[in-house]
């Protein structure tokens, strides 16, 4: 949140002096005539430090050009007579989106906001309503909580323009379709929605992580199982792009070692408590066994009980790992060699708890292997928010495979394309619009619509591309194995308070300390 109210101060500043926003850096152009906008890194806030050899580049489409980007950007501040009021309808998991989702429609969309914090988080309402004070004291921030009643009166006052829903699918097509049924689905059949209001959406993903094959080194695929075990555990795994699914080439001589790692690294991350309403249903319906079942398999296994498997006669074994087991939690479970063509739930919907498929494609080549990982996922996963892809040097810079690798990435359907990092660092860096790919309709809503952060104001967004590199040094603060995140965490928190080279030097400090530990 301090980096977004950093990254909107300046863009506001800027609209205000020259009446639209200055982009970081010049646009970049595809072959194909479409331009790109590179977010990151961003001048003024020592990205190239903080975020070393990261580059996001936001794509938009084709009927955007030079010719008419700038006019564009900013189109909420084109004629200020366009105002209003937005209901944000806050998510539960990470307490930083509504106040991200709040500030995008208050920045960008330029409306004020009533905010109806979710049940699971609405002890923070309060700590915005202090944090946030200035709004609400000029009338621009109202903070509401409540149940399910409450958010369908702000959704139906006649105060309230416009919606915004961090979310599930179900609670989306509740507000526009109306409860579950015959009747909804007619509705949707004939396209009558009861809403009479635009509505944006995020509404989760059943979130990729592709590797392709090549040569790695031994700390590159150490790096990279140990940054796949972070985006499946940050959180307690109650992320929208917490990983879901590995794909992974069958033939690679190097799968079976990977997928060790993976595992050697969840059986050393503590298993946290699934505080998420319905989590432990939801476990037993993705994962195939009740959780006391689960702990049992670690009970039974010998040599600290950090770690068990099972093997289920249509071929997956189901591993399960993690330290501290304790009342409410749940074991990280990864679903070895889950069949591409099988009609599983893992694909077909977002399990939103600690349950990961891993999914081996059979291909002749890598090249072959890439390009049927890109069709797997646009065609057999739901969502269209983020997906991962790790890529080894080699297959990047070879123009051949170089293109593939262009070419794909294009393909595939999704808001965010990350290689060789998790896609959520994207959510973080704020700069990048953040939302599903553009294409769901009302009917099938996907990952949902519209775009929230987006410090530049940009429209026509198609999808952005983060490239990091294979290994990130000092490590990275959301790695489980980090010694001292919350000395990084805070001096990160204040330099996004306070970006300065003092700022800058304390966080280098307790980073490179960290690194030593």
Known sequence: ALRQLQLFLRTMRQIDRNGSPKLPANPVRKNDGRIG??????????????????????????DIGEDNLEASL?????????TGTSLVLGAGNVSGIPAADMLTKLCVDNRAVLLKMNPVNECVGPIFERAFAPLVENDLLRIISGNAAIGAAAVADERVDDIHITGSEETHDAIVWGPKGKDREERKRRNESLLEKPIGSELGNVTPWMVVPGAYSKTQLNFQAENIVASMTNNAAFNCV???????WKQWPERERFLQRIESALARVPQRVAYYPGAEQRFEKYSGMTASRAQQLLRDTAGGGTSGSRTSPDGTTTFVAGTGRGEGTLPWTLIRNVNPDADSPLFSSESFVCVCAEVPIDAASPEEFLRKATEFCNEKLWGTLAASITVPRRFKRKQATRQILEDCTDRLRYG????????????????????????????????????????????GIEKTVLEAPLVVLPKPVWLASHPVPESVAWSLCRLFQNPSLWNLSTLSYHAVKGALV
């Open 74 to 82: 900013a189109t909420a501040y084109q004629s200020l007579d366009k």
């Open 416 to 459: 965010v394309v990350a290689q060789n990092q998790w896609s959520g660092v994207v959510f973080a860096l704020m700069s990048p619009p953040w939302g599903g790919h553009p294409g769901s309709t009302p009917q099938d809503i996907q990952s949902g619509t519209g775009w929230v952060h987006n410090s530049f104001m940009l429209t």
């Open 242 to 248: 917490a990983t879901r699914v590995i794909v992974t």
């Open 37 to 62: 906008i590179r977010m990151t890194p961003c001048p003024g806030f020592f990205d190239p430090v903080t975020f070393i050899g990261f580059r996001a580049t936001t794509w938009l489409q084709p």
